[in-house]
Nanobody
Framework: QVQLVESGGGLVQAGGSLRLSCAASGSTFSINVMGWYRQAPGKQRELVAAITSGGTTNYADSVKGRFTISRDNAKKVVYLQMNSLKPEDTAVYYC?????????WGKGTLVTVSS
């Protein structure tokens, strides 16, 4: 079992920045890839960014150059630095851990970007 707790969401003006954090606990040794997904009202959940245990990253085209994913393996925390935020980035952001057997999800943190 893996538990994930997100933090760092909130309200920010367009052009601003936020940093999301996801703290993992439990059987973290089984995690291969950690990622951030988001779901806007009326839309499907989509991948924002992911990072492997080796540090390889992957980003959605819509956030490339603006968002950066990183991880602190010692602290078991994954971060999502979000810069140059746009109103279309407004969504609930979910942390995900892929273990190769089961995916685990956090409860989500709301990010609202005002224009």
């Amino acid at each position: 079992q893996v538990q994930l707790v997100e933090s760092g969401g909130g309200l920010v003006q367009a052009g601003g920045s936020l940093r999301l954090s996801c703290a993992a606990s439990g059987s973290t040794f089984s995690i291969n890839v950690m990622g951030w997904y988001r779901q806007a009202p009326g839309k499907q959940r989509e991948l924002v960014a992911a990072i492997t245990s080796g540090g390889t990253t992957n980003y959605a085209d819509s956030v490339k150059g603006r968002f950066t994913i990183s991880r602190d393996n010692a602290k078991k925390v994954v971060y999502l630095q979000m810069n140059s935020l746009k109103p279309e980035d407004t969504a609930v952001y979910y942390c995900n851990a892929a273990t190769g057997v089961l995916p685990y999800w956090g409860k989500g943190t709301l990010v609202t970007v005002s224009s």
